[in-house]
């Protein structure tokens, strides 16, 4: 396969880079199953051709994630999916994390979930002010995956976990002060960026055209909090979590409670739980693994299906949650999601050619 042109996404050889448009602006760009084994495929292919891979999307996002609605729709109709779509995705973000050639991530606008995915295990990752980053997935009642356990429980002052937690977001600068992004660029020099960076012919020079447009971000948005999140989200467990924020008694803390009540607490615990086995996994892959198991009982669970209803389909915003508390949660159900799945279901390499 060579200079694959689809719709859905757009492949192009500029000088000594392959570079990658994410083409779906009526989906923010949210990648689906066609996309993924393209990528899968030029990935491949560039990496024994070219010196660089250059990330981005058309528009005003990155990429805002997987395309949840359609996974919800195809799981309620079928009670033992094949979950293709999981299987190839973080075999696609297994691959961008042990990619030869370095790879460079555009985040020039939304980039969540699935769009962290296909990014943060780049070398390198772009923010701009117009980078929206956050793992959303505990708003629809699935945990952060495409290897969220991996890079959020490694973030400084446990900033990961209060993301994971949470689903907020990070904007602009500050996705680059936390370690998400590597280097931040005003977004009106991104093309030149980008012409700059397909003359390279080593990494060396990546590094020099990076630096070089780099500007060293200084404000950030949380530093009044950061102090707070890494106590407070050093708890042991959820509980712990709440009852330390609701001892620093602010305004900031009030609101973070009350954001983390909201959420699905069945997904709160099972994310609390990701983070800290994940942070004790030495590889990427270990991390997808776990997620895998996860996300496959949780997107045959009410609760996403209650979640995806709330958030995307009738926007109410007022999911039903089950169990609605914290403590409703059975602590031997939830640990029940780590187990392996059944039949020779779990998470394995999908083989190039197989594609
Ligand atoms: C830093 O952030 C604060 C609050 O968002 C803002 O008022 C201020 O102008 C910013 N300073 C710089 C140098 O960007
Ligand atoms: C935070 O919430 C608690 C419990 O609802 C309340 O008693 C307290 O006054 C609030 N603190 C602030 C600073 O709003």
């Known amino acids: 396969m060579s200079e694959e042109v689809s719709s859905d996404v757009l492949f192009e050889t500029v000088n000594n880079a392959g570079i990658i448009t994410l083409n779906r602006p009526e989906a923010l760009n949210s990648l689906n199953y066609n996309i993924l084994s393209m990528l899968w495929s030029i990935l491949h292919e560039w990496e024994n051709t070219k010196n ?19 996974v919800s729709e195809t799981n309620k109709s079928n009670s033992s999916p094949e979950f293709t779509f999981a299987m190839l995705e973080y075999n696609v973000n297994n691959y961008i994390k042990h990619y030869k050639i370095p790879y460079i ?10 769009g962290l995915g296909v990014s943060v295990h780049g070398r390198y990752r772009i923010a701009t002010e117009h980078s929206v980053l ?90 009044p909090h950061v102090k707070t999140i890494d106590y407070c989200f050093a708890g042991k467990t959820v509980e712990d979590i709440i009852s330390r924020l609701r001892r620093v008694d602010n305004d900031w803390s009030n609101k973070t409670i009350s954001i983390i009540q909201e959420r699905c607490p069945l997904a709160i615990k099972l994310t609390l739980e990701t983070m800290h086995r994940g942070r004790t996994y030495t590889d990427l892959w270990q991390c997808l693994i776990m997620e895998y198991r996860i996300i496959w009982r949780l997107s045959l669970n009410q609760n996403f299906h209650e979640g995806v209803r709330a958030l995307l389909i009738d926007k109410d915003k007022k999911p039903q949650w089950n169990p609605k508390t914290l403590a409703e949660v059975n602590e031997h159900e939830m640990l029940s ?12 390499p999908i083989n190039y050619s197989k594609i």
């Open 134 to 223: 956050a793992m959303p997935e505990t708003k629809v009642g699935l945990i952060p995956d495409v290897g969220g356990s991996y890079f959020l429980p490694r973030l400084p002052y446990n900033i990961g976990v209060y993301l994971a937690l949470t689903s907020n977001t990070l904007v602009g600068a500050d996705s680059a002060i936390v370690g998400l992004a590597t280097h931040y660029v005003p977004s009106t020099k991104l093309t030149e960026l980008e012409s700059d960076l397909s003359r390279c012919t080593s990494e060396y020079e990546i590094e020099h055209v990076l630096d070089r447009y780099h500007i060293k971000p200084t404000n950030f948005s949380l530093d």
């Open 52 to 70: 660089l891979v250059i990330i981005k999307g058309v528009g005003r996002s990155f990429c805002a994630g997987g395309d949840l609605k359609h």
């Open 105 to 114: 991530a555009l985040l020039n606008g939304i980039a969540m979930g699935g």
């Open 337 to 348: 999601f780590f187990e392996p799945l059944q039949m020779n279901r779990d998470l394995r």
